[in-house]
Nanobody, 114 residues
Framework: QVQLVESGGGLVQPGGSLRLSCAAS????????MAWHRQAPGKQREWVAT?????STGYVDSVKGRFTISRDNALVYLQMNSLKPEDTAVYYC??????????WGQGTQVTVSS
């Protein structure tokens, strides 16, 4: 079992920055990858970024060059720079274990508005 707690969301002006954090606890030694997803109002949940256990990363095209995913043991971060109104969404952390089990956080709201 893995438990996830997200933090760092909030209201920011366009062009601003935020850093999201996700703290994992439980069977963290079995993590295969950690990821961030987001869901905007009225839209389907969208994958944003992944970091694999070996350190490689991947991003959706719309955030490349602006967002950076990183990991420090049981913590995964999403540094978001040059934020745009279209980045407004609830952001979710996901952990997938070596056995293929998926765990999700409760979500944290990010609002980009002037």
């Amino acid at each position: 079992q893995v438990q996830l707690v997200e933090s760092g969301g909030g209201l920011v002006q366009p062009g601003g920055s935020l850093r999201l954090s996700c703290a994992a606890s439980g069977s963290i030694f079995t993590i295969y990858y950690m990821a961030w997803h987001r869901q905007a109002p009225g839209k389907q949940r969208e994958w944003v970024a992944t970091i694999w256990s070996g350190g490689s990363t991947g991003y959706v095209d719309s955030v490349k060059g602006r967002f950076t995913i990183s990991r420090d043991n049981a913590l995964v971060y999403l540094q978001m720079n040059s934020l745009k109104p279209e980045d407004t969404a609830v952001y979710y952390c996901e952990v997938v274990t070596q056995r293929g089990n998926s765990y999700w956080g409760q979500g944290t709201q990010v609002t980009v508005s002037s």
